[in-house]
């Protein structure tokens, strides 16, 4: 057999091959042809069969044709079945299209209080100015809830009727407000002091729309040489910012609290109508945040911090309250009532 | 408390100032003004006094009357057409000529006077009724018959005080007693919009008897001082026009005169009063003792009340005839037939009043104000300027008056080192200045030193200042707290770390589909009476008891949302209890607990729909779901699965065979009982007790958990790295056969200790009954060894051994 007569059966072959690949239908048919052409007993190899019987100088080169044939079929035929498998997939992918407009399944997530949303929205912004969180008891003495705190024997918020007392001796109570907490730390930690407190408190008030005889404050300190009535305006003012996420424009006007002095109460800006009077507001255009003053010298000594050397502010504001305006709730008691139809709207 | 404008007006000159101002710099200076209201109606005139000369009947009308009126002596006659029945010649009436606008007396709007026809008859006019000058009378619908001695033609809106007035609604303030009043506001509007105060002087006439009532004190502690002024032929009858109108625009119904001109003192000066009738005292004495026990007492209001020494009181002779600085006895009150009275004026202390109010339930427009403090230094003066007001519109004859104790108070100097200023609120002020500010408030400088100056404080603020703070606040809220310059701290104070694993737990408990919930921890009982903390006074039977577990709040919390159509519900809440520890040393002996709870019930998911033909999906919650859930929450806080155990317990609200405790093991290794071994109760976990269940009437299955947070917190252990072994795992199967008496845990620990270290994991694949006494749990065992590859041989010696343990240890069987 002339070298002639195997390359021209070759390209003979080769055209064969890619005829019948163009013709393949699936990957059954691809693997028969490569068993045809390229197999073990396949076409190819008896061509090649007849290459023994070449002249030895001719040997390479028509094995670089066969070589050639071999790759060119071959990738033809890769090139096909690559083809097949992505036409496969896509058959298979159509044949498992779901209706992705059918509703889910599974767990469905529950849902955060929203005094925990508000609680923790204010220990965040509090944390980013440099405040800490400080807890403390809820039964307390009446040292801590009134005495230390500068409240005179016989002020109101001592009675009865306003605050509760307990089985375990007259000076024992439920504490009123938070502010117990900064005379628990106070006398334990030197200043400088720069913390919050959240918690329960409890006053003996009929249930109704705005009260409850508990409820929640977050307490706010901060004691440092030279700390003044305009550091607590700037602190406060930038709280205000942070909680409702925008600018709004605070005043604080002149009040009276037994522990600190000078007092203020904290309006800001109503975010709602932004000054103009809405229904939030009661069309005063402002809204009472939070009651504020500086630390009264009376406090700091009370606690072994000399008042001369060191001075502070401190604040606290109500949990229901702003979570009241935050969401427009019009009713303390859906904080307590375990509603499922109130509790998913958080 | 409300502020008439007009009055406020007659100390201190508001012209120029808008009501609105004055709320606004009110507000800003320390009185919030709550409500600006308007009272009174705007009534146009001319409206003119009038004099009926003649009544003719209308030809066409029998209700309707002619009348021809005199305004002018010179002037024409003017028809006007009238239809009152109680109008008669002779009579002075307000007549509202065309041109004015009064009040329709039917609906309250307004009515234009204009000249008119009346079924034939012109009338030029309209004589008018008290609801149509927008005033209260005793004579009802008919004509408002004027005081006969009222000149004619004079401005009736005048003479009648027809204008509308401005009303502050003023928030109280619980440290100012002494602005509780026209005068106190006067003085710090004086002060705001520094323009100076206009005093009345407080003088009474020289002559006077010696024939008086005598003051008497037996409780000088709580009375220092006491003044009475006895005043003989005085006349009750109406008050004059303008102290009712004052009174009626702060919302105070007239009484008659005496008794409104002791309301209208107390409202002007802020010095609560009393008068009483003098022929129903007994004797020639008034004495401000303690009530006896037992002692009676009938109040204006007409109760009966039965006092104790607790009360102070002004006596006569021989009974009580008020409660002192609160109410007035019905028994000696003015009446219409008043002839001779006393009037008293006092300092009570606050604390004797607010005593006595709370133990009475009274409260009174005088005890509010002796609750926060009254002027003790301006009790003569206000008991003066009452009874010039007697003498003037009641008449009268004054006797000496009786005055018992001091009614002046000592001097007080504050000083005040004006760096201190700068100090608290970064504002520098000249010494000139601060004297400025503080002057308008009698608040005067009497020395000043290098640098400090020392400050008189006038009687009335004695009590809030007197301290350099006290002065301190005052300049700033005079400087005014919106020119402080806001600013931020200088240096920084590094926070402590937050906690976050109570985030965590939220986290984690929402994800298994459950909502938080916050409950009161004031409940109505509790079941460990020994330990838990009552409220002595208690708003309700539902709130007397501090909680000492959460559960029983959240099962109510399930109930209540199974009836209102839940099915699926899950809640946890995390929150305090609250137990009395008598052995603490520290007060309160009570220990606070954080606790975690949850319940579940019915399905925590979306509605789980499904295609025909495949199996629904359910998922249940049920012990597994819970146990599931508490294992990977305890592990998320850094309590390996290893530590812990669950133990079948007993809880009374929990189901007997549903109920297990949960326990930390502090070495798994180690028997319970060893002695370096340590075991810690976390809480419970189970079904809803189904008595308690139905005691409540919850009828969903409903599962529960609760759990010691803070120990949970204390236990905490810390993470540590074991290197990834590469050799292959190997499972075998192992079917055991056992009396039903034994529990899983068993063969868990039997299994585990005989395994080796080659044993990695257990896992239980089903359990199958065999018969009523027989269980069959089937296991996936997988060993690995850490460094080689494990021989079939070592694995086959392995199992052999464990099952000859389970056999020895529990009887347990195995099949072929």
């Given at each position: 057999m002339s070298i002639l007569q195997l390359e021209e059966d070759l390209m003979t072959l080769k055209q064969d091959a890619l005829a019948e690949l163009s013709r393949a239908q699936n990957q059954a048919d691809l693997e028969n042809i490569r068993l045809t052409f390229?197999?073990?007993?396949g076409k190819l190899t008896s061509i090649l069969?007849?290459?023994?019987?070449?002249d030895k100088n001719d040997r390479p080169r028509l094995g670089q044709v066969a070589n050639d044939v071999k790759d060119a079929i071959h990738n033809s035929l890769e090139a096909k079945k690559d083809e097949f498998v992505s036409k496969e997939l896509e058959i298979q992918l159509e044949a498992e299209r779901i209706d992705v407009t059918l509703p889910p399944r599974g767990t469905r997530a529950g849902h955060i209080h929203p005094l925990t949303q508000v609680t923790e929205d204010i220990i965040d912004i509090f944390y980013s100015l440099g405040f800490s969180v400080e807890e403390g008891p809820e039964v307390e003495t009446d040292y801590y809830n009134f005495d230390s705190l500068n409240t005179p024997a016989d002020h109101p918020a001592r009675d009865s009727q306003d605050t509760f007392y307990t089985s375990l001796g007259e000076n024992i109570l439920l504490r009123s407000q938070t502010s117990t907490v900064q005379i628990r730390v106070m006398e334990k930690q030197k200043p400088p002091l720069k913390f919050i407190s959240p918690g329960r408190v409890y006053r003996n008030e009929e249930i109704n729309a705005r009260k409850y005889p508990l409820f929640h404050q977050v307490e706010g300190l901060y004691v440092d040489t030279n700390v003044t009535f305009g550091q607590l305006k700037g602190t406060l003012s930038e709280f205000i910012r942070l909680f409702f996420g925008k600018e709004l424009k605070t005043r604080f006007r002149p009040d009276f609290f037994p522990?600190?002095?000078?007092s203020a109460e904290l309006d800001c800006q109503c975010p709602f109508c932004l000054g103009k009077g809405c229904k939030t507001c009661g069309h005063r255009g402002w809204l009472e945040i939070l009651g504020c003053g500086m630390i009264d010298p009376a406090v700091l000594s009370g606690v072994g911090i000399n008042p001369e050397e060191w001075s502070g502010f401190a604040f606290g504001m109500g949990i229901e309250r702003l979570a009241m305006l935050k969401y427009g709730v019009n009713d303390i008691r859906h904080f307590f009532s375990s509603d499922l139809r109130f509790l998913e709207q958080f | 408390m409300k502020l008439s404008l007009d009055w406020l007006s007659e100390f201190i000159d508001l012209s120029g100032i808008t009501a609105e101002e004055l709320a606004d710099r009110l507000t800003m200076s320390a009185f919030e003004v709550e409500e600006i209201q308007t009272t009174g109606q705007e009534i146009i005139g001319p409206l003119q006094v009038g004099e009926i000369i003649e009544i003719n009947q209308h030809p066409n009308a029998d209700k309707i009357r002619l009348t021809k009126v005199k305004i002018d002596s010179s002037g024409p006659l003017v028809d006007i057409v009238c239809g009152a029945g109680n109008i008669a010649i002779g009579q002075k009436i307000p007549v509202a000529l065309p041109g004015a606008e009064v009040i329709n007396r039917h609906d309250g709007s307004k009515l234009l006077i204009k000249e008119s026809q009346i079924r034939g008859a012109t009338s030029r006019g309209m004589l008018c009724s008290a609801s149509e000058l927008g005033i209260e009378s005793t004579n009802g619908d008919g004509i408002y018959i004027l005081d006969p001695a009222t000149t004619l033609g004079t401005d009736v809106k005048e003479l009648l005080e027809l204008f509308q007035d401005k009303v502050l609604v003023v928030e109280p303030r619980s440290n100012r007693g002494d602005a509780m009043s026209v005068l106190g506001m006067a003085r710090e509007v004086s002060a705001i919009l520094k323009r100076p105060l206009k005093l009345p002087e407080f003088i009474l006439p020289i002559e006077r008897d010696d024939n008086a009532i005598i003051a008497s004190i037996d409780d000088a502690d709580d009375c220092p001082f006491l003044s009475l002024i006895t005043i003989r032929d005085i006349h009750v009858k109406q008050s004059p026009r303008k102290m009712l109108r004052r009174l009626s625009s702060i919302g105070l119904r007239s009484v008659n005169n005496v008794v409104d001109i002791t309301n209208y003192v107390l409202h002007e000066l802020g010095q609560p009063l009393h008068a009483y009738d003098l022929d129903k005292i007994k004797g020639n004495k008034l004495t401000a003792r303690k009530a006896k026990d037992n002692e009676l007492f009938k109040a204006i209001d007409g109760k009966v009340r039965n006092l104790n020494n607790e009360i102070l009181v002004i006596a006569d002779s021989q009974c009580v005839l008020g409660a002192a600085g609160i109410m007035g006895g019905q028994d000696s009150e003015i009446s219409a037939d008043t002839k001779h009275i006393v009037l008293e004026a006092a300092a009570f202390t606050s604390s004797r009043i607010r005593r006595g109010s709370r133990i009475l339930g009274l409260s009174s427009d005088s005890s509010i104000r002796f609750e926060r403090s009254v002027d003790r230094g301006f009790v003569e003066n206000s008991i003066n300027h009452a009874a010039s007001l007697i003498l003037k519109y009641c008449g009268g004859k004054l006797s000496k008056p009786s005055t018992c104790g001091s009614g002046s108070v000592n001097e007080q100097i504050v000083s005040l080192r004006p760096q201190q200023i700068e100090r608290c609120i970064e504002v520098n002020l000249s010494n000139k200045e601060i004297e400025d500010l503080l002057k308008p408030l009698s608040i005067i400088k009497t020395k000043e030193d290098s640098s400090i100056i020392h400050f008189s404080i006038p009687s009335w603020r004695q009590k809030d200042i007197h301290r350099e703070i006290d002065l301190i606040e005052e300049l700033a809220r005079l400087h005014g707290y919106d020119k402080i310059k806001p600013s931020l701290p200088k240096s920084f104070v590094t926070p402590k770390r937050r906690d976050l694993r109570i985030a965590l737990v939220r986290e984690i408990l929402t994800g298994y589909g459950l909502s938080e919930t916050w409950i009161s921890s004031l409940t109505s009982e509790s079941h460990d009476s020994t330990r838990s903390i009552k409220v002595l006074n208690p708003l309700s039977p539902d709130h007397q008891v501090l909680r000492t577990e959460l559960l029983p709040g959240l099962i109510d919390a399930c109930k209540y949302n199974q009836d209102h159509g839940f099915k699926n519900i899950g809640l946890f809440e995390l929150g305090r209890v609250y137990k009395h520890n008598p052995e603490m040393q520290q007060i309160p002996q009570v220990e606070e607990e954080l606790r975690l709870a949850v319940i579940a019930s019915g399905e925590l998911s979306f509605f789980n729909w499904h295609q025909e033909g495949s199996a629904p999906p359910t998922n249940h919650v049920d012990f597994f779901f819970l146990k599931g859930l508490a294992c990977n929450l305890l592990n998320r806080l850094s309590i390996p699965a290893k530590n812990l155990e669950f133990q079948p317990g007993t809880n009374r609200l929990f189901h007997n065979g549903q109920c297990a405790a949960i326990l930390h093991v502090?070495?798994?290794?180690?028997?319970?009982?060893?002695?370096?071994n340590k075991l810690t109760p976390l809480g419970f976990i189970g079904q809803v007790h189904p008595a308690h269940s139905r005691k409540i009437d919850l009828r969903l299955k409903a599962y529960c958990l609760e759990i010691d947070l803070d120990t949970v917190f204390n236990l905490r252990q810390d993470l540590a790295f074991s290197e990834i072994a590469n050799t292959p795992q190997v499972q075998r199967d192992l079917t055991i056969d056992l009396s039903n008496k034994h529990h899983y845990s068993e063969i868990y620990r039997t299994i585990k200790q005989c395994g080796g270290k080659i044993l990695k994991n257990i896992d239980l694949v089903s359990i199958y009954e065999l018969d009523a006494e027989k269980l069959s749990f089937s296991c996936r065992l997988i060993f690995q060894h850490r460094d080689e590859t494990l021989k079939n041989e070592e694995i086959d010696k392995q199992l052999a051994k464990i099952r000859s343990e389970l056999t020895n240890k529990l009887g347990a069987s195995f099949r072929a």
């Open positions: 390229l197999g073990q007993k069969r007849g290459l023994s019987a070449l522990f600190t002095e000078p | 502090k070495n798994p290794n180690l028997k319970h009982d060893d002695k370096a």
